[in-house]
């Protein structure tokens, strides 16, 4: 089987696993999307994901990222972010990106926000949480994020969607569901707390490894790059 016709199967049977996965639990199969993590996949291969049916394309890196947007920008899709930011590229982050996943600090919110006004640009966001409170890890602690919410608030340009979380690692989703589940425990408490213009719809969560869980457990944006492109150098 050629590249493309095993890219178009592959990505026809992540789409099937996803929508029997919302249906089983009772979801619309629409309140899930697919977000196709294309990191370091060459542009011919993301050109051909996209005719094969992506419409969700996920970058990690924003250089990277560029060239690929650049080069396919007559089609109709979206670009994620979901890589780790660094406040001096949010610049350029504004300017190639529908949705910034991963807003973890109130510095790139405020750097973010700058930008994206010189442009007349609202920019949506994502907070991303560090959900197993993992040394290593980017992401904002659980405890932090009322307080980071509550100082974005005057942040005009930004547009807060929702949170994201990057759970700890397991060969196994049932080891995963947990932080799952508690990313959505936060988003509810969160959005108890009643804080001004604030509605935290999507949860970005799930992978590969675990997006049927992810989805069992409220993800409304899964992000998934090797079953769609194969496993990456
Ligand atoms: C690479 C990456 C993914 C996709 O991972 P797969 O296991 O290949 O599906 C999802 N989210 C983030 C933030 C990533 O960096």
Request: with cysteine; glycine share 6%.
């Amino acid at each position: 089987m050629g590249y493309y016709q095993g890219l178009k199967t592959r990505l026809q049977s992540v789409k099937k696993r996803i929508e029997e996965t919302a249906k089983v639990c009772g979801r619309n199969p629409e309140s899930v999307r697919l977000v196709a993590v294309s990191k370091t996949i060459v542009t011919n291969r993301v050109r051909e994901a996209i005719e094969a049916g992506v419409t969700v394309l996920g970058e990690n890196y924003v250089q990277e990222a560029r060239s690929k947007i650049s080069d396919l920008s007559a089609y109709p899709v979206s670009w994620h972010f979901v890589g780790h930011l660094q406040s001096n590229k949010a610049k350029y982050a504004v300017r190639l990106f529908n949705l910034i996943h991963s807003v973890d600090s109130i510095k790139l919110a405020r750097e973010l926000n700058k930008q994206a006004k010189k442009i007349n640009k609202i920019q949506d966001i994502l907070i991303q949480v560090n959900i197993g409170a993992e040394s290593a890890k980017s992401g904002a602690l659980a405890q932090d994020t009322i307080k980071l919410i509550k100082n974005m608030k005057s942040l005009d340009n930004l547009a807060l969607k929702g949170l994201m979380t990057m759970p700890p690692f397991f060969n196994n989703p049932e080891k995963v569901r947990p932080f799952f589940a508690a990313l959505r425990e936060l988003r509810d408490h969160l959005e108890q707390q009643r804080i001004a213009n604030v509605t935290l719809n999507e949860l970005s969560m799930g992978m590969t490894g675990d997006f049927e869980a992810a989805i069992e457990e409220g993800a409304t944006l899964v992000r998934i790059g090797t079953a769609i492109f194969g496993a990456r150098k």
